[in-house]
């Protein structure tokens, strides 16, 4: 295959505003597995444009959550550009001896449903200010966020596990989660929970 041959390129789909939040979404079947296929994103009448782009496979029931456990989290850089995440086939297998509770929002919910982890290390002034943004205001699925670190710094232990802090609608604009903390300590890894409050599926940065 030529990338640089346009003349060559077929357009499969195309799509500017589907969501909620009038961000483009495709969705597409019958590819053909192990094919290499190409999107593109434009900013209409010449727009610069910023966002992040999420590729799921919800056609095979053999794709799972990559980011499923303290283990598999993914990397979050602090001061870096935002990562996609999403509890998207995720469950709540590995996650049964973490401590968790949702009792600073006046819950009694103790129970996480199926959460996707993320990670990053304490930057030198020991503060942080997480915000998780389905990028829709609109929209139905409800998220709640915890951060947590491990007392052992085992990623299996999960009774090892300290939660510092939980949220679920610090963002008054969108009413996403939103932790902010300090007192951190500089270098060391914190883990941060996505959950779907009752099983709701939800993805962001």
């Known amino acids: 295959d030529d990338c640089d041959d346009?003349?060559?390129?077929?357009?499969?789909?195309?799509?500017d505003n589907i969501g909620y939040n009038r961000d483009p979404k495709l969705s597409v079947t019958n590819l053909v597995a192990g094919d290499t296929y190409y999107a593109m994103v434009d900013g209409i009448n010449g727009?610069?444009?910023?966002g992040t782009i999420t590729?799921?496979?919800?056609?095979?029931a053999t794709s799972t959550c990559p980011h499923d456990s303290p283990c598999t989290a993914i990397q979050a850089v602090v001061n870096q550009y935002p990562v996609p995440i999403s509890t998207y086939k995720c469950t709540s297998d590995d996650e049964s001896n973490i401590p968790f509770?949702?009792?600073?929002?006046?819950?009694?919910r103790t129970t996480i449903?199926?959460?996707?982890?993320?990670?990053?290390?304490?930057?030198?002034?020991?503060?942080?200010?997480?915000?998780?943004d389905s990028g829709n205001f609109m929209v139905d699925d409800d998220a709640e966020?915890?951060?947590y670190y491990s007392s052992t710094g085992d990623c299996n232990?999960?009774?090892?596990?300290v939660q510092l802090a939980y949220n679920d609608d610090g963002n008054f604009y969108n009413y996403d989660p939103r932790i902010q903390r300090s007192g951190l300590i500089p270098g060391q890894k914190y883990y941060v929970m996505v959950d779907g409050i009752n099983g709701?599926?939800?993805d962001g940065t």
Do not use: K
């Open 55 to 60: 590729v799921s496979d919800p056609c095979s």
């Open 145 to 147: 966020m915890a951060l």
């Open 113 to 132: 449903q199926n959460a996707a982890w993320m990670y990053f290390f304490a930057p030198l002034g020991g503060c942080v200010l997480i915000d998780f």
């Open 157 to 161: 232990d999960g009774a090892s596990f």
């Open 6 to 15: 346009f003349d060559a390129f077929d357009e499969i789909a195309h799509n």
């Open 101 to 108: 509770s949702t009792s600073s929002s006046g819950s009694s």
């Open 200 to 202: 709701d599926v939800v």
């Open 47 to 50: 727009e610069e444009v910023l």
